[in-house]
């Protein structure tokens, strides 16, 4: 089994729907960070968390909210879904404990597009 | 601020040919920096890493060398094959745990 899962993996929506993105991973990792992917751009930091009671912001937060609801659970919203929101967006895990840097472990990622 | 630029794609390399691929960054301090590859329809996957000036990363016949005095992070290998065929991901790390990425290299090999 993938140490890492996103669901769905594949999601079309329209304008304005509420979307939930959800990531579960099995490894143990205190960290846990949601990136999104654009052609020509590489990926974007949206959301990261260091525990359950500590979130914070990445580069392009805005229009997104995040929900940790365990330490192996991170989701993803996005509250009225827009079309330039569409994306392919990816979970990753770290371990704190790894040394001086982190070794990112991602899921398969979602495939979103707003219609 | 920390930014990352790497050769633009796509690649097109014959089976046993040589690869490189460019990457220069810019940060404050002495960042981490990383190679991700992200294989058709898969996540990214670490491929290799340094933490330090004058370190070279290695794994499955790729390396690439932290040069500080160029601020770059080349990545090679020596003869491809098509199972090499995916996007790399050039990346940096002030702090140990958050990434600024490039924006991909797509190489394809050709048997």
């Known amino acids: 089994d993938a140490d890492v899962t996103q669901t769905p993996r594949n999601r079309i929506t329209k304008t304005g729907k509420r979307i939930m993105l959800e990531c579960s991973q099995t490894?143990?990792?205190?960290?846990m960070y949601w990136y999104r992917q654009d052609p020509g751009l590489g990926l974007r930091l949206i959301y990261y968390?260091?525990?359950?009671?500590?979130?914070n912001k990445g580069e392009i937060s805005d229009g997104y909210s995040v929900s940790r609801q365990a330490q192996a659970k991170f989701s993803l919203s996005l509250e009225s879904a827009i079309p330039n929101q569409t994306a392919l967006y990816f979970c990753?895990?770290?371990?704190?404990?790894?040394?001086?840097?982190?070794?990112?472990?991602f899921g398969p990622g979602t495939r979103l597009t707003v219609l | 601020g920390n930014s990352v630029t790497q050769m633009e794609g796509p690649v097109t390399l014959s089976e046993e040919a040589f690869l490189t691929i460019n990457c220069t960054y810019t940060a404050t301090g002495y960042p981490s920096l990383f190679w991700y590859v992200q294989y058709p329809g898969e996540g990214l996957q670490l491929l290799l890493k340094?933490?330090?000036?004058?370190d070279k990363g290695s794994n499955k016949g790729f390396e690439a060398t932290y040069r500080k005095e160029t601020t770059s992070f080349h990545l090679e290998k020596g003869s491809v094959q098509v199972s090499d065929s995916a996007v790399y991901f050039c990346?940096?790390?002030?702090?140990?745990?958050?990434?600024?990425f490039g924006a991909g290299t797509t190489v394809t090999v050709r048997a």
């Open positions: 990753a895990t770290s371990d704190r404990t790894s040394g001086l840097t982190d070794t990112q472990y």
């Open positions: 990346a940096l790390s002030p702090n140990g745990y958050k990434l600024s």
């Open positions: 968390s260091f525990d359950v009671k500590d979130i």
């Open positions: 490894k143990g990792h205190d960290r």
């Open positions: 340094a933490t330090k000036a004058d």
